[in-house]
């Protein structure tokens, strides 16, 4: 099967970490029926100061024709904020790529650096995010009116409620999960009060599967008091945003956290949920297993194949007892920069594929 996977590299660590996940599709590529055909689509603060584009045309067009983006991050401490980063907004809103997937999983080779007690990890973290991505604070409806006055505006339509939610709900029955948790702040806002309702009004047509509603609020010390109470949960973009770097730090690491920006059927996007870090960028010191993860859900989200994904999730948690990079350390396990790492998980995956 020949696939062309549009590489966005970016900014800070995104080139380091994106140089790991193409180590692993080259892997898949050699021991499966895949063929993968890598075209460069620059993106981001580096290419803005070179042509004053953060998302050339040129780019774009090589994403838009691609069956899948591999994406690192972007963003640049000398750029204003949003100089870049308004590139990963651009695409996703120009794809339409409503459903923003990022799982956690803490793996039992990172229990020890997992930041809970025992007693709150409880029977483990195993949790699907699933979030809107198109909608919300992210619609692109807002200023700076003057020097004094800025706003955005919150905007939730039927549709796109609809279909994440309803998205949420087969994730979750595809996952045999039990319930799904929908997070908003119906108490106060609107498109909250919207939103609940459409969750219930589809939750009707899944009627083995339970449903709950929390707050935003509450639901960020339920993160951390009980995990292990939820499996797939759906909510707003800005929302998302936040718990799923909470969540990530729960695994282990930021590092550790992948995602993908889908819309079924067409092409999609997958990236770490981390974003350039400029405090460790260009150390070879970054965690690349959340895009490997990445790499991870392009195989079975885009290309339908859950057998290689499996075995991408089995060689990292192989690797994780062998090998790890410094945000992971732990007493007898062995600190590696993040090509190392790269390394050992591609060595695992092959010997995984060659059986
Ligand atoms: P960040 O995610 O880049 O970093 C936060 C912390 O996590 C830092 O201490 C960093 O060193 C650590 N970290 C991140 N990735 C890591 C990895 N792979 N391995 C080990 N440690 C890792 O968040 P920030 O510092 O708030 O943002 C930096 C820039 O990235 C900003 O310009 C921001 O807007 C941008 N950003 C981009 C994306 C994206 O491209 N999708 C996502 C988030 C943030
Ligand atoms: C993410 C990032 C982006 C977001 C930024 C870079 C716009 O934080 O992918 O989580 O807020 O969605
Ligand atoms: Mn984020």
């Not at 040129?58 to 899948?68: E, G, R, V």
């Not at 969750?199 to 083995?208: A, D, L, N, V």
């Not at 995602?259 to 460790?280: L, Q, R």
Request: hydrophobic fraction near 40%.
């Amino acid at each position: 099967m020949k696939k062309t996977i549009a590489i966005t590299r970016g900014d800070g660590v995104g080139p380091e970490v994106v140089e790991e996940g193409v180590k692993i599709l080259k892997i898949i590529a050699q021991y499966t029926d895949f063929e993968f055909i890598f075209a460069d689509a620059p993106a981001g603060g580096r290419i803005y100061k070179e042509y004053g584009d953060n998302l050339p045309q040129k780019s774009f067009d090589i994403i838009k024709t691609a069956d899948a983006l591999l994406f690192g991050a972007v963003g640049l401490p000398d750029l204003p904020p949003g100089t870049a980063e308004s590139a990963v907004l651009k695409i996703r809103q120009a794809l339409d790529l409503y459903v923003n997937l990022r799982p956690i999983k803490l793996y039992s080779s990172l229990k020890n650096r997992c930041p809970l007690k025992d007693e709150f990890i409880g029977k483990g973290i195993d949790i699907t995010f699933v979030r809107e991505n198109t909608e919300g604070l992210y619609a692109n409806k807002g200023a700076i009116l003057n020097d004094n006055i800025a706003e955005n505006i919150m905007v939730y339509t039927r549709k796109g409620c609809e279909r994440v939610i309803k998205y949420a709900f087969e994730h979750a029955k595809k996952r045999n999960h039990i319930k799904v948790t929908s997070v908003d702040k119906a108490n106060l806002l609107k498109p909250s009060q919207l939103w609940r309702k459409i969750f219930h009004e589809i939750g009707e047509q899944y009627p083995s599967l339970e449903k709950e509603d929390i707050y935003i609020d509450a639901f960020c010390q339920w993160l951390i008091r009980a995990p292990y109470k939820f499996q797939t949960v759906v909510t707003g973009n800005m929302f998302g945003d936040i718990i799923s770097d909470e969540g990530a730090f729960l695994i282990g690491s930021l590092g550790m956290a992948s995602s993908g920006n889908i819309h079924p059927g067409k092409v999609s996007m997958y990236e770490p949920i981390h974003g350039s870090a400029p405090d460790i960028a260009g150390k070879n010191i970054a965690n690349p297993i959340g895009t490997i993860l990445s790499v991870k859900l392009m195989m079975q989200e885009s290309f339908n194949s859950e057998k290689i994904a499996l075995e991408i999730e089995d060689a990292i948690e192989k690797a994780l007892y062998e090998g790890r990079t410094v945000d992971l350390k732990e007493k007898g396990v062995k600190v590696l920069n993040t090509q190392e790492m790269g390394d050992l998980i591609a060595n695992k995956l092959k010997a995984n594929l060659k059986k």
